[in-house]
């Protein structure tokens, strides 16, 4: 498994019910601001950078096959790759277009879920679960599968036939 660490100009967890408030990166909060936030309202949090760190250089990079190229913005990467990323835009009469079916469950979702796998990888989390109607938890499932762990999708009983295969597909449950 390759472990993408190069140095994150990401600093702290930052209230937006109260951006003076800062907490650190790890572990994630993930049921918001714990200072700001009450039993009715859940004030997210935002990762604050220091873009004074950031090399500038990084932006007249050409566009790299996977997310390896932005890893001064994310987190540590954990799980390992499966290609995400480095999708073209395609000009078709005089529109371009972004053509995410070159990644490899054909959906913008894998950039997300490479992230917040790696994310449950480095914070030891058991599995992944999450809720989707298609894409969203095949991507999940694809990404979870590769770096061991298992993948629930919580998915309408509705759900079309091949949703619900290409969700087995990738082990979810």
Same mark, same amino acid.
Do not use: C, I, M
């Given at each position: 498994m390759r472990c993408v660490n190069r140095e994150s100009v990401a600093v702290a967890q930052c209230s937006l019910g109260d951006p003076s408030l800062t907490f650190p990166l790890s572990p994630p909060l993930?049921?918001?601001c714990p200072a700001t936030s009450t039993a009715e309202l859940?004030?997210?949090?935002?990762? $604050?950078?220091?873009?004074?760190?950031?090399?500038?250089?990084? +932006? $007249?990079?050409?566009?790299?096959?996977?997310l390896a190229r932005w890893q001064p913005l994310l987190?540590?990467?954990?799980?390992?790759?499966?290609?995400?990323?480095?999708?073209?835009?395609?000009? +078709?009469?005089?529109?371009? =277009?972004?053509?995410?079916?070159r990644n490899?469950?054909?959906?913008?979702?894998?950039?997300?879920?490479?992230? #917040? =796998?790696? #994310? #449950?990888?480095?914070?030891?989390?058991?599995? =992944?679960?999450?809720a989707s109607s298609g894409n969203h938890g095949a991507s999940a499932a694809a990404y979870a599968a590769r770096a061991?762990?298992?993948a629930i999708v919580l998915a309408s009983a509705e759900a079309p036939p091949a949703v619900q295969a290409y969700l087995r597909a990738y082990g979810a449950r």
């Open positions: 993930t049921r918001g859940a004030y997210p949090l935002e990762v $604050d950078y220091a873009y004074e760190r950031l090399d500038t250089a990084l +932006f $007249d990079q050409p566009p790299g096959p996977d987190p540590t990467l954990h799980a390992p790759t499966l290609g995400e990323g480095g999708t073209p835009l395609v000009e +078709f009469e005089g529109v371009y =277009v972004k053509d995410e079916s490899p469950t054909w959906s913008h979702k894998d950039r997300l879920n490479r992230v #917040a =796998v790696s #994310a #449950a990888v480095g914070e030891g989390a058991p599995g =992944v679960v999450v061991g762990l298992p």
